[in-house]
């Protein structure tokens, strides 16, 4: 089953179009994540409803999978 992704394009410091090109566009979704972070150091986003924070943003794509 696939899982769906949510990241804010703005504030989860994540490539959007790599995520896209990874786990396929349909599984994809850009908004508010309701998790903005003034600190840019760490990644995160939505993985089916749970918040997902990591250090890197490749932790975060492995999360994705």
């Known amino acids: ?8 394009p703005f504030c989860s410091n994540i490539n959007v179009d790599k995520l896209k090109e990874i786990i396929t ?5 850009e908004g508010c994540v309701s998790a ?3 600190e840019k150091t760490h990644f995160f986003g ?19 999978k």
Do not use: A, H, P, Q
């Open 25 to 29: 566009e349909e599984n994809v979704r």
């Open 46 to 64: 939505r993985i089916n409803g749970t918040y997902i924070i990591t250090k890197t943003e490749e932790e975060f794509i492995n999360e994705c």
């Open 36 to 38: 903005c972070r003034k």
């Open 1 to 8: 089953m696939s899982k769906l992704v949510r990241v804010c």
